[in-house]
């Protein structure tokens, strides 16, 4: 239920009139309900997530942009985070008014600021979430 969730919200972010031109920002947002059946495996409430997208939709977020937003948070409460405030700072900083990179940023300099996750280019990730590594981004 929670998949069909996600796909109505990357349905009513991403015009079909844009499909053409923006195939990379609808393949990422294709990802939305992958990670968040990784979110609730992670051990994140089926409440939080709603919730988590429901604010995001709320805001009128993109659905490649809550992707985005989605697995910083996932890798966040993989590498310790607390999984009751599963999204509490985005909010934060979506009222504040960042958008897309800025908000990653955001999120990877708080998750920084924290210790959480890795050092930056240690994770095989690129800061624009890009992978660099030459597995595809899977760990060994």
Same mark, same amino acid.
């Given at each position: 239920?929670?998949?069909?969730? =996600? %796909? =109505?919200?990357?349905? $009513? $972010?991403?015009?079909?009139?844009?499909?053409? *031109?923006?195939?990379?920002?609808?393949?990422?947002?294709?990802?939305?309900?992958?990670?968040? +059946?990784?979110?609730r495996r992670a051990?994140?409430? *089926?409440?939080?997530?709603?919730?988590?997208? *429901?604010?995001?939709?709320?805001? &009128?977020?993109?659905? /490649? *942009? #809550? $992707?985005?937003?989605?697995?910083?948070?996932? /890798? #966040?409460?993989?590498?310790?985070?607390?999984?009751?405030?599963?999204?509490? %700072?985005?909010?934060?900083?979506? /009222? #504040? &008014?960042?958008?897309?990179?800025?908000?990653?940023?955001?999120?990877? $300099?708080?998750h920084r600021a924290?210790?959480?996750?890795?050092?930056?280019?240690? /994770?095989?990730?690129?800061?624009? &979430?890009? +992978?660099? +590594?030459?597995?595809?981004?899977?760990?060994?």
């Open positions: 239920m929670l998949q069909s969730l =996600a %796909f =109505a919200v990357l349905l $009513a $972010a991403v015009p079909l009139a844009q499909a053409g *031109d923006s195939a990379p920002t609808i393949l990422q947002a294709l990802q939305l309900p992958t990670l968040v +059946t990784e979110a051990g994140v409430t *089926d409440a939080v997530v709603r919730g988590l997208l *429901d604010g995001l939709r709320r805001r &009128g977020l993109p659905a /490649d *942009d #809550a $992707a985005r937003v989605v697995r910083e948070e996932v /890798d #966040a409460v993989h590498a310790g985070a607390p999984k009751d405030n599963f999204g509490g %700072f985005v909010h934060r900083q979506l /009222d #504040a &008014g960042l958008r897309g990179r800025a908000l990653a940023e955001a999120i990877r $300099a708080e924290r210790g959480i996750g890795h050092p930056e280019g240690q /994770d095989g990730r690129h800061p624009q &979430g890009r +992978t660099t +590594t030459k597995t595809g981004g899977k760990k060994p």
